[in-house]
Structure formats: C-alpha cells, structure tokens
C-alpha cells in the first residue's frame, strides 16, 4: 500500500535527522524457522549482525532495530531505508523483507450500549450446557487475544473459583500505565504489549489516548475477550434500566492471554478506527507462541489484500499451526464486493458476520398513518405525539455539497433549521454515532439512520445520545417517500422491545467481507459464520461507549457489530473442540467445525443475505456454526504443517517465500488437493478430480454414504461412493469428480461465475452428516 506523502512526511520528522536525509521505514527482515539450537543471544546476535552489515556504525545498527523475533519466527523489525531492504532481502538466509503496514481492527465503525437481557450468543442453545460440561467450560484451554488490550476489572473477567494456571505456560504480566501484576490472575494468566512499530511510525503514544500498558482504553480487546471468554454474570442491570440478565462468553472458564497490538490513529476520532502494525503483530503472536496459547483469536485486517509472505498475520499463523495451535480471524468488514475478504491463509480459521434472532424492534408511526419497523437500543424516548419530519438535506448549511446532503456529517446541520424535529441522515459517510451526535448538536429531537442500498436490511443498533431508530434500506426509502411528498411530514419514534427468536435469523450481516480470496482462489473462503451483527460483550471503563468526546457515558457492557465479533465466537467453539479433543490438530478442529455448519435459518429456509437473497458460501463458507454437532462430527479432513507448504508449492509460492525450506519437489500435487473440508475450482475446463482423506473419528463401526448436491451445469461423482470404517482413527480416501455437463452457457458469460453446490458423508446410523461445500467457476 502507498503512504500518503503527508504520512512520509511524518515520517520524516519522527526520524532523528541523519547524515544522509533518506527516507526510512520500518520493515520485517524474515529467515523462517530457526535452523539449528541457538540460544536466544546467538540469534539475537546473528539478527544484529545482519543489520550492522547494512549499517553505517554499530550504534546505529543498535538504534534502529526494533524487535528481534526469536521464539517460533525467525526475524527482525528494524527502521531501514529502501537500499538496505533490497540489499537484506539478496541474502542467503533472507525469506522475505517486507514494509510493516498498518492494519485496523475489524468492527463496523460504530458502537453502542444497551442491556444484558439474554446470554451472548449461539452457546445459549439448548444443549449448550451437555456441550460446555464435556469441555469442562474450557478450564484448562489458553487462548490468546492480539487486539488492543484488556479491560481486567470487568466483571466478566474475574477468575472466582478457577484452579491454578495450566502447567507449562510460560508467558508474563507485562507493567505499564495502570496496569501492574495484580492485573493478571487465574483468568487473566498472561498480558503483553507491542508498540513499537507504532511508535516509529506515528510517534510516542499519546497517553492520554490509550495507556502503555496492556490495559484497554479503546473497549475492542475487552468485548472479544469476554466474547471467548466471560464468565457467567447475572442480572447485570443497564443505562436506562433498558434490560437486565444474564451475560457469558463461549467457553467460560478458558484462561485468557492478552497480547495488545492496536493503538488509537493519531488525528482520527477514537470511533473512526486503529492501527495495528506488522512489526507489533509478528512479536505478539512469536510470544503468544512461545508462551504456550493454544488458540489464537484475531479480529484485525489489512487494508488492501496482501500475499501470505507479506503478511504478518498469515505468517505468524503459520508458525502457529506449526505448533498446533488454532488460529481463528475475522474475514473484514468490507462486504457485499467480491473478493473484499481477508485473512484466507489455508491454515487460517476465517469468519464471516451474522445475525442473532435477537432484535430490538422500535417503529417510526409517520403522520400519514403508516407504521415502520426498524430496530433501536436508545434509553432515551420521544413523549407520545407527532413531530415535524424532515431529512437532513432539508436542514443543512448553505456549504454542504450535493452528494452529503443527507449524511449528516459533523458541523453540516443548522440548528435553526433542525431544531425541535426528528431528523433523517442516510448511511454511506462518517460514522452512526457521528451522525447521531451532529442531530443531537443541531438541536434535533430524534434520529432515524437509514441503510443505503448496499447495506440492505439488517440494522446495526446503537445507543445514540437522543431517542433514535436505525431502518432498513426498504423502509429508509418509504419515509424518504413520505417527506418529500408532503409540506410537512409528521412522525414520532416508539420506545424498542427485545424480540428474541426474531424469524428469519440468523441472516448474513451486510457488512460481512466476501470472498473468493483475492490472494488464492484454490481454498474457499470464508471457512464460516458466527454472530457478529449487534454483539453485547464486556466493555472498557476507560472511555465512554461511543468513544466520541462528546460522550461522557461510562458502561460496562456495550453493543458492537462486525466480524471482530463473530471471530472471538470461532475462537471460543475451537477452545471447547480443543478441550473436548486434546490431541486433534487445528486443521481436525477446523474440519469439525466446517462440516458441522448449518445453512438452513429458523424457518427452514437458506440463510439469506441482507437484503434476503438466498446467500452462497463466499458469504458464509459452509455455514453458520454449531459447536455442539461440532464436538463429535464423525469424519475429519485432516492436514499437517507439511500439507500446508506443499500447497503453497503448488499454488506458485516459492516455498522460500514463506519458510526456510526451499525445497518444493517436482512433482506437485494440484491446489485443489490440498485436504480442506470444502473444495473450490477456479478455473474449471473439462474433468478435475479432487483428492481427499477422511479420518474417522467416531467410536463405533460405521458406514459412511456419499451423496451431492452439484452446482448447476456441473456433475460431481464420489468414488467409492460408500466408506467403511472399523475403528477410531481409521484414514480412508475418495476422489470427487467434478465435470463440466455441458457447455452450453460456458461461453464468455459463465467465465469467472462461481456456481455452487456441495457433498456429504452420512452415516447409515443417521447420527452423522459431513458436509462440504463446492465452489466452481469455469476457466
Ligand atoms: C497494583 O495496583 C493496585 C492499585 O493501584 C494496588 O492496590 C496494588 O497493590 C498493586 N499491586 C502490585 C503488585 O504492585
Ligand atoms: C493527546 O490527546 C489529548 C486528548 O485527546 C489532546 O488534548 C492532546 O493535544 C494530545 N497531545 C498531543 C501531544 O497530541
Ligand atoms: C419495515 O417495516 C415493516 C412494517 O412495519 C416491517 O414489517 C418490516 O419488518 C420492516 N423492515 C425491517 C427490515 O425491519
Ligand atoms: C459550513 O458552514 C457552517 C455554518 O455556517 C460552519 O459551521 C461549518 O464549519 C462550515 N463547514 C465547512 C466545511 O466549511
Ligand atoms: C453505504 O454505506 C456504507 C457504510 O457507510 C458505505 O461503505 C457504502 O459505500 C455506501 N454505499 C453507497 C452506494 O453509498
Ligand atoms: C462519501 O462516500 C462515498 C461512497 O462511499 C464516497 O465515494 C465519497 O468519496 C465519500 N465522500 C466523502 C466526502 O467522504
Ligand atoms: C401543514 O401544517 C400546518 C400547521 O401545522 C397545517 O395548518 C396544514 O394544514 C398542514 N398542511 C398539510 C398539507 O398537511
Ligand atoms: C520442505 O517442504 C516439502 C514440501 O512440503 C517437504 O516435502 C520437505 O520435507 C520439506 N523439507 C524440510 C527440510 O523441511
Ligand atoms: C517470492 O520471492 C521472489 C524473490 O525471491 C519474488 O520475486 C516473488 O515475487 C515472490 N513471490 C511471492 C508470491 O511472494
Ligand atoms: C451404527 O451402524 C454400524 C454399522 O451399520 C453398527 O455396527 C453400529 O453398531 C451402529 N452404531 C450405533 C450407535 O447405533
Ligand atoms: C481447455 O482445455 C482445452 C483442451 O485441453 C484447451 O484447448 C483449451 O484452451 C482450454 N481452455 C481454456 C479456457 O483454458
């Protein structure tokens, strides 16, 4: 990604003034694994002397490194200029040498609190409880979260009643600004912060923004960790009284390693978003490593589609599947686009965005009599009668331009003109709690935020500061009708009530990113979906719910949406699997969870996109999960760190791209091959055949059915169509033909049109169902 020149300029200032002005940045040397047993000074030592080669004195070699990774990476940061990355990245030993680029987290740009009236998520199924009690609620699992820190006062953080801290963890509680080792306990075993990369890049922290600590000032790092693992916290009681219950995260008694990675962007509103650099991400994830986590939660992504060598994430994932831990990520915000996806390593968990069937529906009663629904959290109510209507184009300043004219963007409404009425803003620009605050600024008594087209009909809710309603595009359209076909348009805003079991639910989120993977389209992605539309977690006390300044509200729970939110829920399931199933790999728990997955909603019905369209696997990969079925899936596709590198062979990777080994064999298996619990054809001509191996992992003997949905136009063929097992952990391998049936329709038209269909393994006992989806497009 190009800097701004603005950004090169601060650059340079932030660079002590050398002999030689040359622009610096800071970049990732990387070498792999470790070759060899050295001793943390011998490669610290060997990293040192490779900067000092390239530098002009020792102390500046000294000056300018950063970070030396040492535990599972093998790799420096250090501040070079252009000429010393390209002199580094000729040598032998180098891998790659990439600039650390700035990556954000991934919630929609908006926050917001409520109440605690139900618990969580998904895991308030019914059998929740059979399937927590097999994983012991997760106790002796260690999940580490690199997000922006922790809130550890929150009640759902508290480690009442657990034993003592799993054996083998070797990780620390790191001190800074309010943060000493009594912030750590036996929920909180370990805590960490990176912020170095940050700093070169936009200068000391300002500590009044965040602390330099790992304590979280921004509310993200709080909410995911309780998300994978709060404690069970009852009749928590809200702002406004709006509702009370119960709250509590997916496994509920995992320990929690917090690894701070994002810091506030200087020169942005706190609400506007963060920056976590690779430089901080690769040190946190080779110590989480090194520490003994054994699943990863990471709700953070870059900016523009990255190859795996480049990318720090892809490449810390990959050093941790090495040592068999569970790397969940969200898949971004970026959606409906094509290929807007990120994180899509093959040895990556990624996870879309959906809803719960938990809404909180309010309506606009317009002065013509018509009702509409929307959803709102607002504690704040309107008193029982009409009150003039008008969009915000109808009450703006004279300098606003034409296409924000309904965007409500801060300092565009006029107060004379705005005061006293309910006041439409339309989505697309700024931030949902900005607009609010600019209303509520401009003297308006209520607020309805519309969706745009792209946004469709699911409605993200936010405790705005005045009696609000957020509506779907279709009926954002009808009260833009009604305003613009009267002189004066009435409305009135009706308090909201939580509906649970909220039909159709759960639908795909209308941010949620989509694939397929603009890095490789050999794998398909997303993996999966969990709820991340309207999440309640445990928040920070650091800062109001909204973040913006004008905000002086303190909680300690709030709503965010985004797959930030719907990663954690993945983390979470993986560290119950983990618990249940010790000895699984993580590309085993992954399998569990994939074919597991649902794709039918409460009615029975497909789950649909935001707009309610039926919805395909580029949105919800195999479907919406459930951890229950997940813990005894019957058959898994297994695949080993060796599986993962030959795939990078065989999709064009230089395997010394990647890892130290240079050595990609001759005689390459094809990407599809790689054994994944779904299958994805690019670039389909004529017959491929699909290789896979089937582990069996169900107690008794069983016989396994095949049958297939195929995408249209397409036959896909299961040989043998019939799999016998006689004992636990038994390997049997099928091939899936998958054909063009006609070319009719294969003409230019069909070219790059992904179709999709899917297979399954069921057993004859009826107790099984191995589902994987297939996505085909026609070269
Ligand atoms: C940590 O800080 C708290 C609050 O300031 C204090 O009560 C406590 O004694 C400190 N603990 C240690 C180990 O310094
Ligand atoms: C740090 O942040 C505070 C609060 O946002 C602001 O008032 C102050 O000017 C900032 N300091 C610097 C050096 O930017
Ligand atoms: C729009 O309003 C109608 C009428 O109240 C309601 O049935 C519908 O569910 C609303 N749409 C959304 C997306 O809430
Ligand atoms: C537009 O005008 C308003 C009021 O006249 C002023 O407060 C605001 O700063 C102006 N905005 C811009 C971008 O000039
Ligand atoms: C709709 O709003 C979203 C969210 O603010 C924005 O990303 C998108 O570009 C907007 N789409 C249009 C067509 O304005
Ligand atoms: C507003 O959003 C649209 C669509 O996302 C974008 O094209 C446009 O540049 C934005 N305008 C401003 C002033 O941010
Ligand atoms: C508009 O409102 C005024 C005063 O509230 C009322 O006298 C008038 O009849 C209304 N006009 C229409 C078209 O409803
Ligand atoms: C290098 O990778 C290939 C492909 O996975 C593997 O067969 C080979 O054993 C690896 N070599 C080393 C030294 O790890
Ligand atoms: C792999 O590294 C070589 C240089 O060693 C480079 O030319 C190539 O672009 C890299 N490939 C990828 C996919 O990063
Ligand atoms: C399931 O089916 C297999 C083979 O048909 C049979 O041997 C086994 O006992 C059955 N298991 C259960 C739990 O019914
Ligand atoms: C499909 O395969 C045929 C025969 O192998 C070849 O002639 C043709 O060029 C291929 N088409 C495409 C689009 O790759």
Redesign the pocket.
């Known amino acids: 990604m190009e800097k701004s020149p603005l950004s090169s300029f601060l650059l340079l200032l932030l660079i002590p003034v050398l002999a030689s002005c040359v622009e610096k940045q800071v970049y990732v040397v990387y070498f792999g694994e470790h070759s060899g047993e050295k001793t943390q000074h011998e490669i610290e030592e060997n990293h040192h002397s490779y900067l000092s080669s390239v530098k002009e004195s020792e102390e500046e070699a000294r000056s300018s490194l950063l970070y030396s990774y040492k535990h599972s990476i093998n790799g420096f940061a250090a501040l070079l200029t252009l000429e010393e990355a390209e002199k580094l990245s000729g040598r032998e030993e180098v891998v790659s040498v990439f600039t650390s680029q700035e990556y954000s987290l991934h919630t ?2 908006s926050w917001e609190f409520a109440g605690v009236e139900k618990l969580l998520n998904e895991f308030n199924a019914n059998d929740k409880d059979d399937l927590l009690v097999k994983a012991k609620f997760g106790r002796d699992v260690i999940v580490g979260m690199l997000d922006s820190g922790v809130w550890p006062e929150s009640y759902s953080l508290k480690d009442k009643g657990l034993g003592p801290i799993p054996k083998g963890w070797k990780g620390i509680c790191q001190t800074g600004d309010q943060f000493n080792t009594s912030n750590c306990n036996r929920k909180i075993i370990g805590a960490r912060y990176y912020v170095k990369g940050y700093e070169k890049y936009y200068g000391p922290l300002n500590r009044t923004q965040d602390y330099r600590s790992p304590r979280d000032k921004d509310g993200h790092g709080t909410h995911t960790a309780s998300t994978v693992g709060g404690r069970r916290v009852h009749n928590v009681a809200a702002l406004g009284g709006f509702a009370r219950g119960t709250a509590s995260g997916g496994a509920p008694l995992v320990r929690l390693a917090i690894y701070k990675v994002c810091w506030p962007t200087p020169k942005k509103g706190k609400e506007e978003g963060n920056s976590c650099f690779d430089a901080d991400m690769l040190a946190g994830i080779d110590d989480a490593i090194q520490d003994g986590v054994d699943v990863l939660s990471i709700s953070i992504g870059s900016y523009d589609a990255t190859p795996f060598s480049k990318d720090s994430i892809a490449i810390g994932a990959l050093h941790a599947v090495k040592n068999n831990i569970i790397t969940a990520c969200s898949a971004g915000n970026s959606g409906p686009a094509s290929y807007s996806i990120r994180n899509t390593a093959p040895w990556i968990l990624t996870v879309s965005a959906s809803s719960l069937d938990r809404k909180f529906i309010a309506a606009v009663e317009l002065g013509n009599g018509e009702t509409l629904q929307g959803e709102s959290i607002s504690p704040y109510h309107l008193k029982r009668k009409l009150y003039p209507l008008v969009r915000a184009g109808q009450v703006v300043n004279p300098n606003v331009t034409k296409d924000l004219l309904d965007q409500c963007m801060p300092g565009s409404l006029s107060p004379e003109k705005a005061k006293g009425k309910i006041v439409f803003c339309l ?4 931030t949902r709690v900005g607009k609010g605050a600019e209303v509520k600024r401009a003297g308006g008594v209520g607020y309805i935020l519309g ?5 469709g009909e699911d409605v993200s809710v936010d405790c705005h500061l005045l009696p609000s309603i957020a509506v779907g595009c279709r009926n954002a359209t009808k009260i833009l009708k009604y305003i613009d076909s009267t002189k004066n348009a009435t409305a009135y805003i009706t308090p909201a009530d939580t509906v649970i079991h909220g039909i159709p639910a759960p639908h795909m989120a209308g ?1 949620t990113s989509v694939g397929p993977s603009p890095v490789s389209e050999a794998i398909l992605k997303p993996d999966i979906t969990a709820p991340g539309l309207n999440i309640l977690a445990a928040w920070t006390e650091g800062d109001s719910p909204t973040k913006m300044d004008v905000d002086h509200r303190v909680v300690k729970y709030n709503f965010l949406s985004g797959t930030s939110m719907s990663c954690p829920h993945i983390a979470g399931a993986a560290a119950l699997l983990r618990a249940i199933h010790p000895t699984w790999s993580s590309a085993a728990i992954r399998s569990a969870l994939v074919t597991t997955a649902g794709i039918l909603n409460n009615m029975g019905k497909p789950i649909t996109d935001a707009s309610g369209k039926e919805a395909n696997p580029f949105l919800f990969g195999s479907g919406h999960f459930r951890p229950s079925k997940a813990a005894d899936p019957g058959l898994v596709y297994d695949a080993s760190y060796e599986d993962y590198l030959l795939h990078l062979c065989s999709i064009g990777y230089n395997l010394k791209n990647l890892t130290r080994n240079n050595s990609c064999p001759k005689n390459l298996p094809p990407p599809h091959n790689l054994n994944y619990p779904s299958v994805a054809i690019p670039k389909l001509n004529g017959t491929v055949v699909v290789k896979r191996i089937v582990t069996h992992v169900g107690s008794s003997r069983s016989i396994y059915f095949s049958s297939v949905k195929p995408p249209v136009g397409i036959s896909v063929t299961i040989s043998p169509p019939i799999l016998y097992f006689n004992q636990y952990g038994e390997k049997k391998s099928f091939t899936i033909r998958v054909q063009a049936e006609s070319t009719e329709g294969v003409g230019e038209n069909a070219k790059n049109k992904y179709r999709f269909g899917w297979y399954i393994w069921r057993d004859s006992n009826g107790t099984y169902s191995v589902r994987s989806p297939i996505a085909v497009a026609f070269s």
């Open positions: 929609t740009r989505r697309g620009n700024g969706n745009n087209k792209s946004l941010f």
